[in-house]
Antibody, heavy 119, light 108 residues
């Protein structure tokens, strides 16, 4: 059974850093694109970043480019999102998701972890 | 950036009725890169449709997707109580992989 479990969320001050983890089971991380998405309170879903395991290519939403880094540890089968220089507007529930194998979509999502940026 | 606009913002219907949700793109999106998700509060989003019209594994056949270019539609033929949720369209044609603002499907 495919499972994604996020952790690492919490309260952080503006300008601070946080690293989110997404533990994957039931499949091999290195065989799928992986994504991070987020949902701010009362708002819709927003794509944040992807990791393409073939070549390690990554891409980011403009709002997080230069501040966030997506990476994966194949030995631990875990996806990460390193978030630096956090802003109030980064407050959201963060979801990791597995990219579909043969199509462009995200077929399994975690339950999310809440990040609150506030002084 | 491709902007997706969903209509209506809120749809009030009764179980058993038919729901039609629309999503318009600011520029043409290949059908291969168009998806629909269902999202309920406190739960993980659920993939419904990919490739504009292909149901994901385990999705009932009352859900169907159609459309091409800039105009896409999600249809739920006969609403069940568990279908009341927020629905999002999303494109994977080019980054950023944008979502529509969502359609809230509520019980009338």
């Amino acid at each position: 059974e495919v499972q994604l479990v996020e952790s690492g969320g919490g309260l952080v001050q503006p300008g601070g850093s946080l690293r989110l983890s997404c533990a994957a089971s039931g499949f091999t991380l290195s065989s799928h694109w992986m994504h991070w998405f987020r949902q701010a309170p009362g708002k819709g879903l927003v794509w944040v970043a992807y990791l393409n395991p073939e070549g390690g290519y990554t891409d980011y939403a403009d709002s997080v480019k230069g501040r966030f880094t997506i990476s994966g540890d194949n030995a631990k089968n875990t996806l990460y999102l390193q978030m630096n220089s956090l802003r109030d507007e980064d407050t959201a529930v963060y979801y990791c998701a597995r990219g579909c194998r043969m199509s462009s979509c995200a077929d399994y999502w975690g339950q999310g972890t809440l990040v609150t940026v506030s002084s | 950036e491709i902007v997706l606009t969903q209509s209506p913002g809120t749809l009030s219907l009764s179980p058993g009725e038919r729901a039609t949700l629309s999503c318009w793109a600011s520029q043409s999106v290949s059908s291969s890169y168009f998806t629909w998700y269902q999202h309920k509060p406190g739960q993980a989003p659920r993939l419904l449709i990919y490739g504009a019209s292909t149901r994901a594994t385990g999705i009932p056949d009352r859900f169907s997707g159609s459309g091409s270019g800039t105009d896409f539609t999600l249809t739920i033929s006969r609403l069940e109580p568990e279908d009341f949720a927020v629905y999002y369209c999303q494109q994977y044609g080019s980054t950023p992989y944008t979502f529509g603002q969502g359609t809230k499907l509520e019980i009338k």
